[in-house]
């Protein structure tokens, strides 16, 4: 092909990729994407935590769940030398999600837990959440009434006054909440010592079966 042809044919190629594509093919590709479940793959970003009475907690995937042993559950959310460790261990960021055979020892001295004074499983001066050199003690109430628990359920909601104290002299260290969800009827109990974020949506987008 003589050099004029094959100048020709080359300034209408360029010719042709700078033009403005076609109406139908522009929308095309500049329609804006509609995310679909066909084209999005699903990614799961809860579990579920199945419990008594057909509750179902849907929890974030980061945390953790270890069924120390029957009926008490710890739910770990942070930072945690021993998960599997019993209840009162300190430095532990997780709140416990318990059954009959834990409420039925729930209250001080082991008596049955009724929601009337805090969850306390003990007879002595128990180890502080943050800090294991202190001891803690709980006071009164400062927060009482009912909290959803999914549809149609609600808990009776407490929060109770904590203080962490020195072993020595009783000289208060720092404080803290202890946050309790009871649900009487389905005999399940949730307490937090470390305002777990989220755990009150959690909580509230329950599901029941």
């Known amino acids: 092909m003589p050099k004029r042809h094959l100048a020709v044919a080359a300034l209408t190629a360029i010719t042709l990729l700078a033009a403005p594509l076609s109406t139908g093919a522009a929308n095309?590709?500049?329609?804006?994407?509609?995310?679909t479940t066909a084209n999005v793959s699903s990614?799961?970003?809860?579990?579920p935590l199945k419990l008594?009475?057909?509750?179902?907690?849907?929890?974030?995937?980061?945390?953790?769940?270890?069924?120390?042993r029957p009926d008490w559950t710890r739910v770990v959310t942070g930072k945690c030398a021993k998960p599997s460790s019993?209840?009162?261990?300190?430095?532990?960021?997780?709140?416990?999600?318990?059954?009959?055979?834990?409420?039925?020892?729930?209250?001080e001295l082991f008596h049955a837990y009724d929601g009337k004074r805090p969850f306390y499983p003990a007879t002595d001066v128990q180890q502080c959440p943050s800090n294991g050199k202190w001891g803690q003690t709980l006071g009164s109430a400062r927060v009482t009434g009912l909290r959803q628990v999914g549809p149609g359920h609600k808990a009776a909601y407490r929060e109770w006054r904590a203080s962490c104290v020195s072993y020595v002299n009783g000289k208060v260290k720092s404080r803290y909440t202890q946050r309790e969800w009871y649900l009487p009827k389905t005999r399940i109990l949730v307490v937090d010592q470390w305002r777990t974020p989220g755990l009150p949506d959690v909580l509230r987008n329950a599901d029941w079966s």
């Open 28 to 35: 095309a590709t500049s329609a804006p994407y509609t995310v």
């Open 43 to 47: 990614v799961a970003t809860t579990q």
């Open 52 to 68: 008594r009475g057909g509750l179902t907690l849907h929890l974030p995937i980061t945390w953790a769940v270890h069924r120390v």
């Open 86 to 107: 019993g209840y009162g261990t300190p430095g532990c960021r997780s709140f416990w999600v318990l059954g009959p055979k834990a409420i039925k020892y729930g209250n």
